[in-house]
């Protein structure tokens, strides 16, 4: 019998050795192996409607697996050249209704329903099934699918380098690229190398409540559409991509490749022919809905700022322009013509309505005209009749079967619910009711990402007064919160880069467990929030005014151009983001926008004073804005025009 002796230190590093070795013969410590997300599908039958109805297969998944999830066992393939130049491609789970973009909020073609199998039509074999302009051609195991142009064989689109992956909460699909290809879309975020997509910068889509000045971030629109420009004989060609899901996703371009990573709802591919950007843009617009038009007046002069103390002040910066013979077509309020940041009212000291009146009667003789703006959080005040009604009428979003809790300007707030008819109509009274206290020309619609100043499940605290009396940071939570944690709506499997930084999807927003008309849940229709209120508050205006309408809105998806101009959010007094702030407009042709507005010199800290008329780059940066500005943007849908903000007429 032999033995050993070692010293406890040479005894440590051997034991630590025999872990290492155990270690390594589970994979821990060696160089790790990719996940195995799914394996594909393959296609089992395909059969041709009659009439012209399109096709229609099913696909079985070839091997289970659950990583994010179970695959989905059986999927629904719909195709259909629906125009000359435009074929639509639809996966979707075959036996059950999946989450899609509701049709009332953007009408569209309707595809098959979800029968389980049941089609009626005639088998197709052939390996392309031509439209005028697109062709769409597939493969049968592994299921690939692939769109290329008619007349050059050019391809477009093909899915065939990876395996097409659908979970409930996962939905993966890749397509291959050239290397010439030049990309423009997949917004809303501020790119800092302009608006042509760069390889390996993140894409994610998902409306959030975070400043432009932000690179490379998920802002406050969610447009899951690009353009792509490339080259044929010699000649450029354009050709454009929608794939029309509310879903957060991220959207990972790798120069050779793309690959879509969704978190629910289902694949529905849009593919515009073109061939030019200008014909992409006309294709793309005849099917969302063409951009709405502006009054003639919101392409002029506009003047807003926060903290326009009182009335008082507004008209001495009319009176200002006027004296510095500089023309003003449009004055704007931010929040502070309200009793306590509560929509829909007047604050009797500061804006008491005799003489918000006798101004308007003044400006609008004068052929000027006047902007508010209005959140959609709504003041928990039972004095509040604004509150009393909405309550009455049930038309909040819930958590829990209550309305859900959350933090903006005024305090504690309920978010109304625009997905709800009931919520629709009672949106548009009340717009009308203001509009009978004071005759507004327009209306800005913002926050609506929806943003909230807190996160997860909150109640009103017993011990302090919520919203701090005279708080210098009203933007801080003051909300007794916590995270929601036991769902797979508030924490899915795979998690996107939100917020840049895979943050919760509830993160400053409402709870994605919480829910709408119908069992709705916000995880799936988040990022509608904004495009549904724009859609609400033109009713609202439409019916009033008998003209066309003016809405601002910060927050969009695809299809708010028709109703509504859009708002790039908050930016910062510097040359540099000055700069950015050219590409983000011109990027706001995703939202089909007639009118992009910028904040002109700039809202956040950086200008700061210097913006109030000091001596300085801050100065020379508010003008250089401006003449950007009043220059105008030639945008393919429109115009910008100019809100200048926080500045000073200096003679």
Request: glycine share 10%; charged share 20%; with cysteine.
């Amino acid at each position: 019998m032999l033995s050993f002796s070692h010293s406890p230190i040479v005894s440590y590093l051997l034991w630590c050795l025999v872990l290492l070795a155990l270690a390594s013969s589970n994979g821990v410590g060696a160089t790790a192996k990719p996940k195995v997300v799914g394996s594909g599908y393959k296609l089992v039958s395909l059969v041709q409607l009659p009439n012209g109805g399109g096709l229609v297969g099913y696909l079985q998944v070839k091997q289970r697996t659950s990583t994010y999830g179970p695959d989905i066992p059986r999927l629904r393939l719909f195709v259909k050249h629906e125009t000359r130049e435009r074929v639509r491609v639809q996966i979707t789970d075959a036996d059950k209704p999946r989450w899609e973009v509701p049709y009332n909020l953007l009408p569209r073609e309707p595809a098959p329903p979800v029968t389980g199998g049941r089609v009626t039509g005639a088998p197709f074999t052939a390996a392309e099934y031509p439209g005028e302009e697109l062709v769409f051609t597939y493969g049968r195991d592994p299921f690939w699918f692939a769109v290329h142009r008619r007349s050059t064989r050019q391809p477009l689109f093909n899915t065939s380098a990876g395996a097409l992956l659908f979970k409930d909460q996962y939905l993966e699909v890749s397509t291959a690229l050239p290397k010439d290809a030049a990309l423009y879309g997949l917004g809303e975020n501020t790119q800092p190398g302009g608006i042509r997509l760069r390889p390996n910068d993140p894409y994610t889509i998902y409306t959030t409540d975070i400043s432009a000045i932000n690179l490379n971030t998920d802002l406050y629109g969610s447009h899951p559409v690009y353009m792509d420009l490339r080259s044929l004989a010699g000649r450029g060609v354009a050709h454009a991509v929608l794939l029309l899901n509310s879903n957060g996703m991220d959207v990972f371009y790798r120069g050779t490749s793309l690959t879509y990573k969704v978190i629910g709802g289902l694949l529905d591919f849009y593919f515009f022919a073109g061939a030019t950007p200008l014909a992409v843009v006309d294709q793309y617009t005849s099917m969302i809905g063409r951009p709405a038009p502006m009054p003639y007046w919101a392409f002029g002069f506009h003047q807003c700022r926060w903290g326009y103390k009182n009335l008082s002040v507004v008209e001495g910066v009319v009176e200002g322009y006027r004296n510095a013979q500089i023309p003003l077509d449009v004055i704007w309020n931010d929040d502070d013509h309200m009793d306590a940041a509560k929509d829909f009212t007047l604050d009797p000291v500061n804006y008491p309505r005799p003489k918000l009146l006798a101004f308007l009667d003044k400006i609008h003789a004068q052929g000027m005209k006047y902007i508010v703006l209005i959140d959609p959080g709504i003041a928990v005040n039972n004095s509040y009749g604004v509150y009393q009604r909405g309550m009455a009428r049930d038309i909040f979003i819930k958590l829990d079967g209550q309305p859900y809790l959350a933090q903006v300007w005024p305090g504690p707030v309920y978010f109304p619910d625009f997905l709800n008819p009931n919520g629709v109509s009672w949106w548009i009274d009340e717009v009308r009711r203001f509009h009978d206290l004071v005759p507004v020309d327009g209306l800005w619609i913002d926050m609506n990402e929806a943003s909230n100043f807190c996160t997860g499940k909150c109640t009103i605290p017993k011990k302090h007064q919520c919203p701090i009396p005279d708080s210098k940071t009203p933007w801080v939570c003051c909300l007794d919160c916590k995270n929601l944690t036991n769902t797979r709506w508030d924490e899915p499997p795979y998690k996107i880069n939100a917020s840049g930084q895979t943050a919760r999807l509830g993160f400053n927003t409402i709870a994605t467990s919480a829910t709408h008309y119908n069992g709705i849940l916000e995880y799936n229709a988040h990022s509608l929030y904004g495009f549904s209120q724009a859609i609400a508050t033109h009713k609202a205006l439409q019916g009033l005014q008998g003209k066309r309408p003016f809405i601002l809105t910060r927050s969009t998806f695809v299809g708010s151009g028709a109703y509504a101009a859009h708002w790039t959010g908050d930016n910062k007094g510097t040359w540099e983001n000055l700069r950015y702030s050219i590409s983000i407009v011109v990027d706001g042709a995703d939202a089909d926008a007639a009118a992009v507005a910028t904040s002109s010199p700039y809202f956040a800290a950086g200008g700061g004073a210097k913006l109030q008329g000091e001596e300085g780059e801050g100065v020379e940066d508010s003008q250089r804005s401006v003449e950007v500005d009043v220059g105008g943007l030639a945008l393919p849908l429109g115009k910008s025009f100019t809100v200048t903000w926080n500045m000073q007429i200096e003679a």
